[in-house]
């Protein structure tokens, strides 16, 4: 499968959406996993099982606030793994099982580092 971000403007065309997806490899059998309901997705990155994926997500009324997430590539099981009120973005789950992400948390705006958590 191949994961991807599908943007596209709202319903009122007055902001961009972003949802995920995935997809056979050769482009078929297109698969919507999230919905612009639930927020706007980005960085989509694959557990080392290849059944999940983690990305993060901003939820609508929360701008600058981004959260990480993993989700089954069924659809089903959507968790929310951070909860600050803070800037993480871009996770990468590594083959170990962690996953790793950019955080202003705990620091100045804008000030990031690399934080990482343990998925069982």
Do not use: C
Request: hydrophobic share 30%; glycine share 6%.
């Amino acid at each position: 499968f191949i994961a991807f971000i599908k943007y596209e403007l709202n319903k009122k065309k007055t902001a961009q959406t972003g949802t995920l997806w995935i997809m056979d490899i050769d482009g078929g059998s297109p698969k919507q996993l999230t919905d612009s309901s639930l927020g706007y997705t980005t960085s989509p990155s694959w557990s080392p099982n290849s059944k999940s994926l983690v990305f993060d997500l901003e939820k609508p009324g929360k701008p600058s606030d981004p959260n990480i997430f993993t989700i089954t590539i069924d659809g089903d099981n959507i968790v929310q793994h951070t909860f600050n009120e803070s800037n993480d973005f871009n996770p990468h789950w590594s083959t170990d099982n962690y996953i790793y992400f950019s955080s202003d948390r705990g620091e100045a705006e804008f000030d990031f580092k690399i934080f990482r958590f343990k998925i069982q």
